[in-house]
Structure formats: C-alpha cells, structure tokens
C-alpha cells in the first residue's frame, strides 16, 4: 500500500476509534503467523515481522472501573505510522513500502 494512503488510513481509524490513541506500555515482535493488519486489514505474510500489544481503552486509562483491553496486531511500518499519527507529530519522514 502507497504510504500516504495508509496515513490517510490511519487517520480515518484513529478518528472513528477503531485505533487507539493511547501507548502501548507493552509491544514485542516477532515472525508472523499470517495476522492480519489492524491498521491496514492486510495479511502480514509468515516472511514478515509482526508487531503486537495490548491496548488500554481510554475509559479505562481515566480511571474507570470496567477496563478494556484490546489485542493489537500490525505490520513493522503500519506500526511506525500508527504511532506517528497517534501523537499528531507533523510532517513524518518517508518509509520505504514493506508491503
């Protein structure tokens, strides 16, 4: 995918919520076992690296009572891109296209 549509993407996710906006406090990778993208709905091919967390709800970062947890699954550059447009940092640096 042509990188700005997958920020365009991102953006449209991260607005409609179905991103989070919040870190993730633990991430680890590793080899794909044909996860698909939570950024852009494309496999992650088993020759790729995948990155993977847990996400926290908003309400429950607010404190409240009935936490949400949430699995996240992305490709290495949907990660980096996710985690560029969550914080609002302007203008990002070019990746070159994994996938």
Known sequence: MEQESLRLLIRGKLA??????????????GPSHG???DACDLLVEKREFVMEGISLSDASLAGRP??????????VECFWLWD???RGDQP????????
């Not at 009935?66 to 490709?75: D, F, I, S, T």
């Open 84 to 86: 560029f447009e969550r």
């Open 16 to 29: 409609y919520g179905l991103l989070p906006h919040n870190s993730i406090h633990r991430i680890w990778g």
């Open 35 to 37: 996860e698909t993208c």
């Open 92 to 99: 990002g640096p070019a990746l070159p296209s994994g996938h």
């Open 66 to 75: 009935h936490e949400r947890r949430r699995p996240l699954q992305l490709h």
